[in-house]
T-cell receptor, first 111, second 112 residues
Framework: NAGVTQTPKFRVLKTGQSMTLLCAQD?????MYWYRQDPGMGLRLIHY???????AKGEVPDGYNVSRLKKQNFLLGLESAAPSQTSVYFC??????????FGDGTRLSIL | QQPVQSPQAVILREGEDAVINCSSS?????VHWYRQKHGEAPVFLMI?????EQKGHEKISASFNEKKQQSSLYLTASQLSYSGTYFC?????????????FGAGTQVVVTP
């Protein structure tokens, strides 16, 4: 019973490189989210999805893209990484008005 | 708009009580409370829905004042395990299905 699994757990990138973060959930949840967490700022929503094949922008979407081709997976892409994107990224999944279940996070540093 | 949490931080001795507040300028549908320990993922504590109900989890309880658009989290007879950062997440009437906006967090330190 894995819940929400994020890969990778850590990554260091150089400015301008691209990468994809993977989130997988095994609870058959409809809703999935990508957040970033910076010191003193709580969780800020980047993008979210209300079902397979759908995505929508959150509070801080610039510089990120997402895809949800399969219900269980939600991918977050950085096309051209910038130092301002250094952060801890959390994925979460949820059923309507139920708790959000979070993955363990991905710690991303961009040099 | 992000909900406002207060205080930003609180230091307690074991056995003491504390209250954390979460306020919004929007009409709320639900308030979620999570606790996060350093280097870990947020963990769900409880949900309060529109209707002003009060809920409890061990010696942690919460209330939701619909008229004031405010929720309060009560830590009673605190234990060392209560240390961490507490976040409220709120959904308004247009996102009643569950999309949340999170507050900046309240850091709680419980000392022996």
């Amino acid at each position: 019973n894995a819940g929400v699994t994020q890969t990778p757990k850590f990554r260091v990138l150089k400015t301008g490189q691209s990468m994809t973060l993977l989130c997988a959930q095994d609870m058959n949840h409809e809703y999935m989210y990508w957040y970033r967490q910076d010191p003193g700022m709580g969780l800020r929503l980047i993008h979210y999805s209300v079902g397979e094949g759908t995505t929508a922008k959150g509070e801080v979407p610039d510089g990120y893209n997402v895809s949800r081709l399969k219900k269980q997976n939600f991918l977050l892409g950085l096309e051209s990484a910038a130092p301002s994107q250094t952060s801890v990224y959390f994925c979460a999944s949820q059923e309507s008005n139920q708790p959000q279940h979070f993955g363990d996070g991905t710690r991303l540093s961009i040099l | 708009q992000q909900p406002v949490q207060s205080p930003q931080a609180v230091i307690l001795r074991e056995g003491e009580d504390a209250v954390i507040n979460c306020s919004s300028s929007k009409a709320l549908y639900s308030v979620h409370w999570y606790r996060q320990k350093h280097g870990e993922a947020p963990v769900f504590l409880m949900i309060l829905l529109k209707g002003g109900e009060q809920k409890g989890h061990e010696k942690i309880s919460a209330s939701f004042n619909e008229k004031k658009q405010q929720s309060s989290l009560y830590l009673t007879a605190s234990q060392l395990s209560y240390s961490g950062t507490y976040f409220c997440g709120t959904s308004d009437l247009t996102d009643s299905w569950g999309k949340l906006q999170f507050g900046a967090g309240t850091q709680v330190v419980v000392t022996p």
